[in-house]
Protein backbone atom coordinates (compact mmCIF):
# COMPACT_ATOMS: atom_id res chain seq x y z
CA UNK A 1 0.00 0.00 0.00
CA UNK A 2 2.85 2.69 0.62
CA UNK A 3 3.99 2.19 -2.62
CA UNK A 4 1.29 2.76 -4.57
CA UNK A 5 0.50 5.85 -2.39
CA UNK A 6 4.16 6.58 -3.23
CA UNK A 7 3.75 5.92 -6.60
CA UNK A 8 0.48 7.93 -6.90
CA UNK A 9 1.80 11.14 -5.15
CA UNK A 10 5.46 10.71 -7.53
CA UNK A 11 2.54 10.93 -10.79
CA UNK A 12 0.54 14.07 -9.08
CA UNK A 13 3.54 16.06 -8.34
CA UNK A 14 4.92 15.19 -12.08
CA UNK A 15 1.43 16.48 -13.29
CA UNK A 16 1.36 19.80 -11.40
CA UNK A 17 4.86 20.40 -12.66
CA UNK A 18 3.79 19.88 -15.49
CA UNK A 19 0.98 21.86 -15.77
CA UNK A 20 2.89 24.68 -14.15
CA UNK A 21 5.69 24.34 -16.17
CA UNK A 22 2.92 24.54 -19.40
CA UNK A 23 1.77 28.31 -18.66
CA UNK A 24 2.33 30.84 -20.48
CA UNK A 25 3.41 34.65 -19.28
CA UNK A 26 0.78 37.13 -20.85
CA UNK A 27 1.60 40.49 -20.66
CA UNK A 28 -0.88 43.32 -20.00
CA UNK A 29 -0.96 46.96 -20.59
CA UNK A 30 0.57 47.78 -17.22
CA UNK A 31 3.58 45.93 -17.82
CA UNK A 32 6.77 48.32 -17.76
CA UNK A 33 9.39 47.88 -20.15
CA UNK A 34 13.52 48.83 -19.20
CA UNK A 35 15.03 50.52 -21.92
CA UNK A 36 18.29 51.55 -21.81
CA UNK A 37 19.29 54.47 -24.30
CA UNK A 38 23.75 54.36 -24.85
CA UNK A 39 25.62 56.38 -26.45
CA UNK A 40 29.55 55.87 -27.29
CA UNK A 41 32.07 57.30 -28.99
CA UNK A 42 35.46 58.71 -29.71
CA UNK A 43 32.88 62.34 -30.02
CA UNK A 44 33.98 65.07 -27.70
CA UNK A 45 30.75 66.60 -27.85
CA UNK A 46 27.73 65.32 -29.27
CA UNK A 47 23.89 66.25 -29.52
CA UNK A 48 21.82 63.52 -28.11
CA UNK A 49 17.69 63.42 -29.23
CA UNK A 50 15.63 60.70 -27.76
CA UNK A 51 11.80 59.93 -27.04
CA UNK A 52 11.07 59.61 -23.31
CA UNK A 53 8.58 57.36 -21.53
CA UNK A 54 5.59 59.92 -22.20
CA UNK A 55 6.31 59.59 -25.80
CA UNK A 56 7.64 63.24 -25.43
CA UNK A 57 11.07 64.29 -27.43
CA UNK A 58 14.23 65.47 -25.46
CA UNK A 59 17.34 67.51 -26.85
CA UNK A 60 20.80 67.48 -25.19
CA UNK A 61 23.44 69.71 -26.58
CA UNK A 62 27.22 69.60 -25.58
CA UNK A 63 27.37 66.41 -23.94
CA UNK A 64 30.34 64.36 -23.30
CA UNK A 65 30.81 60.35 -23.81
CA UNK A 66 29.28 57.96 -22.64
CA UNK A 67 26.13 58.78 -21.82
CA UNK A 68 22.93 56.03 -20.90
CA UNK A 69 19.75 56.95 -19.93
CA UNK A 70 17.14 54.52 -18.44
CA UNK A 71 13.44 55.02 -18.99
CA UNK A 72 10.48 52.69 -18.18
CA UNK A 73 7.90 52.78 -20.67
CA UNK A 74 4.71 50.36 -21.35
CA UNK A 75 4.77 50.49 -24.85
CA UNK A 76 5.24 52.61 -27.60
CA UNK A 77 7.52 54.38 -30.54
CA UNK A 78 11.64 54.27 -29.38
CA UNK A 79 13.71 56.84 -30.86
CA UNK A 80 17.69 58.07 -30.25
CA UNK A 81 19.87 59.90 -32.04
CA UNK A 82 23.19 61.11 -31.62
CA UNK A 83 25.16 63.59 -34.01
CA UNK A 84 29.03 64.66 -33.28
CA UNK A 85 29.12 68.19 -33.27
CA UNK A 86 32.93 68.55 -33.98
CA UNK A 87 35.27 68.01 -36.72
CA UNK A 88 36.48 64.57 -35.95
CA UNK A 89 35.15 61.26 -33.85
CA UNK A 90 32.69 58.68 -34.05
CA UNK A 91 29.40 58.37 -32.42
CA UNK A 92 27.37 54.79 -31.87
CA UNK A 93 23.63 55.06 -30.70
CA UNK A 94 22.28 51.87 -29.11
CA UNK A 95 19.12 51.09 -27.64
CA UNK A 96 18.50 48.26 -25.39
CA UNK A 97 15.05 46.39 -24.20
CA UNK A 98 15.29 44.41 -20.74
CA UNK A 99 18.62 44.07 -21.34
CA UNK A 100 19.44 43.04 -24.75
CA UNK A 101 20.63 45.49 -27.86
CA UNK A 102 17.57 45.72 -29.94
CA UNK A 103 19.40 48.35 -32.33
CA UNK A 104 23.00 50.21 -32.80
CA UNK A 105 24.23 52.33 -35.57
CA UNK A 106 27.53 54.11 -35.56
CA UNK A 107 29.06 56.57 -38.03
CA UNK A 108 32.25 58.42 -38.07
CA UNK A 109 32.98 61.74 -39.48
CA UNK A 110 32.76 65.18 -38.55
CA UNK A 111 29.05 66.15 -37.81
CA UNK A 112 27.69 63.31 -38.67
CA UNK A 113 24.77 61.24 -37.29
CA UNK A 114 23.64 58.08 -36.01
CA UNK A 115 20.26 57.00 -34.90
CA UNK A 116 18.07 53.99 -34.06
CA UNK A 117 14.57 53.55 -33.07
CA UNK A 118 12.25 50.66 -32.52
CA UNK A 119 8.84 49.79 -31.64
CA UNK A 120 7.60 48.40 -28.11
CA UNK A 121 4.53 46.29 -27.92
Known sequence: ????NRTISIIGLFLI?????SCKYV???????VVK???LGTAHRVTITFTNASGET???????????RNIYPKKGYLYLSVQNERHHGS???RIWVDGKIT??????????????SDILE
Open 1 to 4: MAYF
Open 17 to 21: ISLLS
Open 27 to 33: SNENDVR
Open 37 to 39: YEI
Open 58 to 68: ETFNHIELPWE
Open 91 to 93: VTA
Open 103 to 116: KESTASGPFVTAAV
